[in-house]
């Protein structure tokens, strides 16, 4: 969704642009306007066919400021229907999904089938179906309304994804648009327009033609992500394993592995079906107003066995040896923003040099457990 918000802004920001690149020329004509007068083409003394050429083609100055202001607020209608649009693309991204994971909910994660026609399969080509039949209609400026034969099948699907995509926000500012003849010529280029802009931000000029972009497993790639103290991205480090540094500090290796619930709550659950929970999940309300309970404080809970139960999942590998002498201890990575897994890797008898580490993490795959090699992290003694 970054790229669409991307998207939308840079659309909005041009469209801006545009408009205050007219309004600017509009001003500047009506202060003409109001010294000089209208434009006398007698007094310019040129031959008659350029004369009787410009008075077609050019008119009066009055009809040129009176052109300017429509385009003027054409245009800036037009920016905010192209920001609606991207919103519209989210909200209908945001209830195809909720649609699947209503799915999922009722018939069970366990018998969620995704062929195209069935289970999940079927949800996404539904979706799919009534995003593009409404595409269609919204650009070709409602053919499938204007039609007879399709005017009644489509009501249901017109009045669905208005509410889907929130068009009750600008379809008055739609519908006033495309009743005038300037307005729906101006409405047809909006696909063109909007391509134009997605193919402006996916530009790209590629250098370092011998240089590598995706780093496999991380064996011949020094990654700054991988850093706490690099300044990367917290956006770009939720699912990695980090150090605090890429230097051996104290004679101790900081390693930081994150918790995400998504990914590591299954494989919990299913390898400890028994354990209970440490903090009540979902919507719920704390100080000053706490109708609900936040965390297990029952005296008998042993963070002992839920610690057992997260660092499980968890292999350490310093330099291919598997390292079950450092033991893990949950930690909130302030850095990061992110709570998980802290590992204090000692140093004292590594030899100088380059060393490097890795994690194997557990998961729920076709519901069974299996582990999976994170990519290489080096740091340096």
């Known amino acids: ?29 009506i202060g003409l306007r109001y010294v000089s007068g209208d434009i006398d083409y007698d007094a310019l003394r040129y031959q008659a066919i350029y004369r009787d050429w410009l008075r077609r ?47 999922g909910w009722l018939v069970g994660r366990e018998t969620m089938t995704t062929g195209v026609f069935t289970g999940a399969g079927f949800v996404s080509v539904l979706c799919l179906v009534l995003g593009v039949l409404y595409l269609i209609d919204f650009f070709t400026l409602g053919w ?18 208005g509410w889907v995509t929130l068009a009750a926000l600008y379809r008055p500012l739609y519908h006033n648009l495309v009743d005038d003849r300037f307005g729906r010529r101006l409405a047809r280029l909006l696909p063109v ?22 780093q496999q497993d991380g064996a011949a ?22 150090l ?18 998504r990914l590591h709550d299954p494989t919990i659950q299913r390898k ?19 109708l609900t309970q936040l965390y297990n404080l029952s005296d008998d809970y042993s963070y002992d066995s839920l610690l057992v139960a997260v660092s499980s999942m968890f292999r350490l590998y310093v330099d291919d040896s598997l390292r079950t002498d450092v033991p893990a201890r949950f930690h909130y990575n302030s850095t990061r923003e992110q709570p998980g897994l802290l590992y204090m890797i000692p140093a004292h ?18 519901d069974t457990l299996q582990w999976y090699t994170q990519p290489r992290v080096y740091f340096y003694k």
């Not at 642009?17 to 004509?29: C, E, F, P, S």
């Open 57 to 103: 083609s050019v008119g009066s100055f009055d009809d040129y400021i009176e052109r300017l202001e429509r385009y003027c607020s054409v245009m800036f209608s037009v920016a905010f229907l192209i920001i609606f649009c991207f919103l519209s693309i989210t909200t209908y991204f945001l209830f195809a999904i909720a649609l699947q994971g209503g799915y």
């Open 272 to 290: 400890y079906p028994d354990l209970e929970f440490a903090r009540y999940t979902g919507l719920r309300f704390g100080e000053p107003m706490q």
């Open 221 to 242: 790639w020094i990654d700054h992500r991988n850093y706490d103290d690099e300044g990367a991205d917290i956006r770009s480090q939720r699912h990695r394993t980090t």
């Open 349 to 366: 008898t590594m030899d100088p040099g380059e060393h490097f580490l890795h994690i194997e993490a557990q998961h729920v795959v076709d």
């Open 193 to 214: 327009f909007v391509l134009t802009i997605l193919l402006v931000v996916s530009a790209r000029i590629v250098t370092h033609g011998f240089f590598p972009y995706y």
């Open 244 to 261: 605090s540094s890429r230097y051996v500090k104290d004679n101790y290796v900081e390693a930081f592995v994150a918790y995400r619930p």
């Open 144 to 161: 499938f309304k204007r039609n007879r034969y399709t005017a009644r099948a489509y009501y249901p699907v017109y009045r669905l994804m």
């Open 1 to 29: 969704m970054g790229g669409m918000f991307g998207t939308a802004y840079l659309a909005l920001l041009v469209s801006l642009l545009v408009h205050v690149t007219l309004r600017g020329l509009w001003i500047a004509a």
